[in-house]
């Protein structure tokens, strides 16, 4: 969807026409005299040379790779970790909820960033920033210092996160559905390889799960490179362009003429508000709040399953290669699937029978994780893994739900930035209820009933709505 786009004739405040899928180029709407726009300048990405979006592509990847790692590799070697640092259940907890915390902190920062420095320039901080974090947390000799290292890498994590869909909505924008689910794919990759081999490869390597942790920051360092080049260029960097023509002399009596020009006005603002994405009133949009419950509360399952997932198997009687396998089953389900969803969203008049469907399987991986983790923990793996897959769907969403390229950025920060901080409680209460009850069958039934709102939550952002008709 162009920023140019306008509502279809005849379209009321509060009726909206049908969205236009995502991945399809739309032809714009005409403009009135003197206030048109070139397409190149609403739409950069169709005009940006050819190498430039190859090049943001590779970039696109590299950091998506990396966007979980940080993540995973510390839930594969949980119990390492506290047993080094002398942790407890609660503080175990507040670690595994600090991405979240991050998250929401930095969320809110990335488009102003992005409005001074660009888009490109403020993920290549954020690379950096995960490298040094993810270099030097394993060097920590206490569990403040761990936390504070920790975040600093996952605060290039969280400003790099919510620009992914700026960037694709700005260098892409015939191409939005296709280019979420291929970093999706990438960020469901990185996530399950870190999951996977972290912990045969910290065996391998004989240090301690110090060396193992730290490995990935050579990953990392590897995401820098393609942004470099692309730190100077401005063409994804959100915009609020105010130039328009100057209004012509109304003609009639004065009183006509000034019932036309306060006419003119008003339209002129509802334009100006759409196309710099709502002149901060977001908060007033229920799809946007819908939006940001539905991303908080698939964060928080998210996050539990990165987080205590393998300890779950662990104390179940499983190996800790066995748990860590298990927990890289349930990321890869997002590879295959992450590149399917995003497409086949942005063609559906609504998105609520794809949450409902993503919750269900949440729902029935939770019953066997429950009942019997360690009877047939590869379908309760796989089957936890399609619910997952819950987070591609909602960046899609958030790509969808906004007519313009500006709106997306104030939407992707809200939403993201507000669902990380109702995400937070969530690991923690987890550890607490595990040191509390002895076991995991209470932290279980608390993840089961958070699937049921999100499941409610998600099939209202999933309405055929944008949420510039909602001021």
Known sequence: MRDDESPAPGT???????????????????????ASRTASAAAPGIGT?????????????LAAVNLRPGITSLGALLEEVRDGLGMSGTMAGLLTSV??????????????????????????????????????????GNTVLFLVLSALALGGIAVSNVLMPVIVKRYFPDKVGTMTGLYSMALSLGTALAAAVTVPMTHALGHGWRLGLGVWAALAAVAVLPWLPLVRDRTGAPREDRTAAPPREPAG???????????????????????????????????????????????????????????????AGLSADKAGLLLAVTMVMGVPLSFVLPPLAARMRAQGPLVVLLGVFGLIGYAGLWSAPAAAPWVWALLLGVANCAFPLALTMIGMRSRSGAGVVRLSAFAQSTGYLISIPGPILVGTLNQASGGWGLPILF?????????????????????????
């Not at 995502?22 to 403009?31: F, H, K, L, R, Y």
Request: with cysteine.
């Open 12 to 34: 009321a405040k509060g009726l909206t026409a049908a969205p236009t899928p995502a991945a399809i180029p739309v032809q714009p709407a005409a403009t009135p005299s003197g």
């Open 49 to 61: 040379s050819p190498w430039l979006r190859r090049l943001v592509v590779v970039g696109l990847l």
């Open 99 to 140: 991405p979240s915390a991050c998250f929401a902190l930095f969320g809110f920062a990335a488009p102003r960033l992005a409005r001074r420095f660009g888009p490109g320039a403020v993920v290549c901080v954020g690379m950096a920033a995960i490298t040094a974090g993810l270099a030097l947390r394993p060097l920590a």
């Open 253 to 315: 009596t004065p009183a006509e003429a000034g019932t036309r020009s306060a006419d003119s006005t008003r339209a002129t603002d509802g334009r100006q508000a759409a196309e710099d994405g709502g002149s901060g009133r977001i908060a007033g949009s229920r799809t946007a709040w819908a939006l940001a419950c539905f991303f908080g509360l698939q964060a928080t399952a998210a996050y539990i399953t990165m987080g205590w997932m393998p300890q779950i198997f662990r104390d």
């Open 447 to 471: 993840m089961t009933a958070l699937m049921v709102p999100q499941i409610v939550c998600g099939v209202f952002a999933g309405r055929r709505r944008h949420i510039e008709d909602e001021w």
